[in-house]
């Protein structure tokens, strides 16, 4: 069998350490059936190129197979201008790569549901659905810019754009999602303020006819942010546009106990899919082996999952996670009181043991 080429892009900060430990598990679980090719980005690259992507580092990734990523950031680029910024590098290889559907599942891991900070009688009717994020267009993408008003005072813009395919193929991502579950999509919009949000309401409606076994629901993003802590169990599908995705997505995070435990997979038309966590570059822990290792873990099982389609291979990850959390090892981020404190390597070596 052919060996898959991963892109590898530590980054900065936790980065290097979950990376690190995401491509010993994967070494283990498939011995031999990678290639992994590391790529600069954020920003180490700004110190070592002059810019978090050049051209022909995200010409590595778009050429693999798949792209295995850690975080980027940190407050040492604080001062760069915004279009040098590390993250640039992170939007940069998202267009690059086309992947403009990011899955991210929010589910409650039975052992973790101490670390819910939510009322036992919410959190035991049960958790588990998935935000499919717009991750290549709207305001992260439009024009951005800093400009200075007649009479002279500051002032700034961004621009929030959608077209309909854009809508269009993000949707059918939700549909085709939610009739492999539950079958309930909510999108969520802003549609009682903002064009963009009818837009998407009237484009996300004529998607759904062609899915009748699908029901959708359309709910305002400030009541949906209310209504995920109050009754998360009644999601299934979230579909909704890329900023609202990335902060509802964070507030998911935490409803399932932390942000270190959530992966991401980012997909486009074809297989190749940018995978990882939905956690940043944490510097305040970075270097001191604090960081949960088991969000970038999850991440790599998802790659074999919808990019190299080794079910068995991601099963093996998950159920290896899900065995350290039963045996009560918990990172920092995910302790309670009676479960024993461990470090992100030894959090590592836990799952490597389970495999
Ligand atoms: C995420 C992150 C990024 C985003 C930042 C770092 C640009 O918050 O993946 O959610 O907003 O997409
Ligand atoms: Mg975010």
């Excluded at 700034?156 to 939700?174: K, L, N, P």
Aim: glycine letters at 10%; aromatic letters at 6%; a negative charge.
């Amino acid at each position: 069998m052919s060996k898959k080429n991963v892109a590898v892009i530590p980054g900065d900060g936790i980065g290097p350490e979950v990376i690190g430990a995401t491509l010993e598990v994967l070494e283990k679980v498939a011995p031999g059936r990678f290639d992994f090719h590391e790529v600069a980005m954020g920003g180490n690259a700004i110190d070592k190129y002059g810019e978090p992507l050049p051209d022909f580092r995200l010409k590595t990734c778009q050429e693999a197979d798949a792209t295995l990523l850690g975080a980027v950031g940190g407050p040492k680029w604080d001062n760069q201008p915004p279009e040098n910024r590390p993250e640039r590098g992170l939007l940069r290889v998202r267009s690059g790569l086309e992947v403009f559907a990011n899955i991210r599942p929010a589910k409650i891991f039975a052992p973790l549901a101490s670390a819910c900070p939510l009322r036992k009688d919410i959190a035991e009717k049960g958790i588990d659905f998935i935000i499919v994020r717009e991750l290549t267009g709207g305001i992260y993408f439009g024009k951005h810019e800093a400009f200075k008003t007649p009479s002279g005072e500051r002032a700034a813009r961004d621009v929030m754009e959608y077209t309909e395919h854009e809508i269009r193929r993000i949707a059918h991502v939700a549909f085709k999602m939610a009739m492999g579950r539950r079958k309930l999509v909510t999108s969520i919009d802003k549609a009682n303020i903002l064009t963009v949000s009818r837009l998407w309401r009237e484009v996300v409606e004529d998607v759904a006819k062609e899915y009748p076994e699908v029901k959708l629901n359309h709910l305002y993003v400030d009541n949906a942010s209310m209504q995920l802590i109050r009754v998360p169990s009644e999601f299934d599908v979230i579909v909704t546009e890329n900023t609202f995705g990335d902060i509802l997505s964070d507030e998911a995070s935490q409803i399932v106990g932390s942000i270190g435990m959530i992966p991401s997979a980012s997909l486009g038309d074809n297989n190749r899919g940018l995978y990882e966590p939905i956690h940043g570059s944490a510097p305040d822990i970075a270097g001191q082996d604090k960081a949960n290792p088991i969000g970038t873990i999850l991440a790599g099982a998802m790659m074999l999952r919808y990019s190299f389609e080794m079910n068995k291979e991601a099963d093996a990850i998950e159920n290896a996670v899900d065995e350290v959390l039963k045996a009560g090892l918990r990172t920092g981020d995910i302790y309670t009181e009676g479960t024993k404190l461990i470090t992100g390597s030894q959090m590592k070596a836990e799952i490597i043991s389970r495999l």
